[in-house]
């Protein structure tokens, strides 16, 4: 049986617990990805933050009720949006939302369904200590399977 450990990246960024959005902006820029695990002192993730989280700072809320947006461009661009020292310095903890994760010894059946159900593209994978070890994305879940089924 394949386990997430056997498809997970290994090299993983994630943000300190004490850290600001203004930090956790800077790595998603920096290094092109789309989820931060948020770690307590002892490497534990107490959450995540992602690019959704992020740029729903910069969205006006009818965006969530209306088919069509496209005529709120006229009334300001969402890119030219800079929010504010005071919500760029705050801990990231006040935009953090819970932490779904796997232990690292999770099969990919249980690793995916998981995905699934909490509507995830990217999950944390834990060690047996609880520290983060890894994520993995359905991208990396899904090829892992269909690699087997190319054999076939």
Same mark, same amino acid.
């Given at each position: 049986?394949?386990?997430?450990?056997?498809?997970?990246?290994?090299?993983?960024?994630?943000?300190?617990? =004490?850290?600001?959005?203004?930090?956790?902006?800077?790595?998603?820029?920096t290094?092109?990805?789309?989820l931060?695990?948020?770690?307590?002192?002892?490497?534990?993730?107490?959450?995540?933050?992602?690019?959704?989280?992020?740029?729903?700072?910069?969205l006006?809320?009818?965006?969530?009720?209306?088919?069509?947006?496209d005529?709120?461009?006229?009334?300001g661009?969402?890119?030219?949006?800079?929010?504010?020292?005071?919500?760029?310095?705050?801990?990231? =903890?006040?935009?953090?939302?819970?932490?779904t994760?796997?232990?690292?010894?999770?099969?990919?059946?249980?690793?995916?369904?998981?995905?699934?159900?909490?509507?995830?593209?990217?999950?944390?994978?834990?060690?047996?200590?609880?520290?983060?070890?890894?994520?993995?994305?359905?991208?990396?879940?899904?090829?892992?399977?269909? =690699?087997?089924?190319?054999?076939?």
């Amino acid at each position: 049986m394949l386990k997430i450990s056997d498809c997970m990246k290994k090299n993983v960024f994630a943000i300190h617990d =004490t850290d600001t959005v203004r930090d956790a902006i800077n790595l998603l820029v920096t290094h092109h990805i789309g989820l931060l695990p948020v770690l307590n002192d002892q490497g534990r993730p107490i959450g995540v933050v992602g690019l959704r989280d992020l740029l729903n700072l910069a969205l006006p809320a009818v965006v969530h009720i209306l088919d069509d947006v496209d005529f709120l461009g006229d009334f300001g661009a969402v890119e030219s949006y800079i929010p504010s020292k005071e919500i760029l310095n705050q801990p990231i =903890t006040r935009l953090m939302r819970p932490s779904t994760v796997v232990r690292e010894d999770a099969g990919l059946l249980r690793a995916y369904a998981t995905m699934l159900r909490h509507d995830l593209h990217d999950l944390p994978v834990i060690d047996q200590d609880g520290r983060l070890c890894g994520i993995a994305s359905r991208v990396d879940i899904g090829t892992t399977i269909l =690699t087997s089924w190319q054999k076939g």
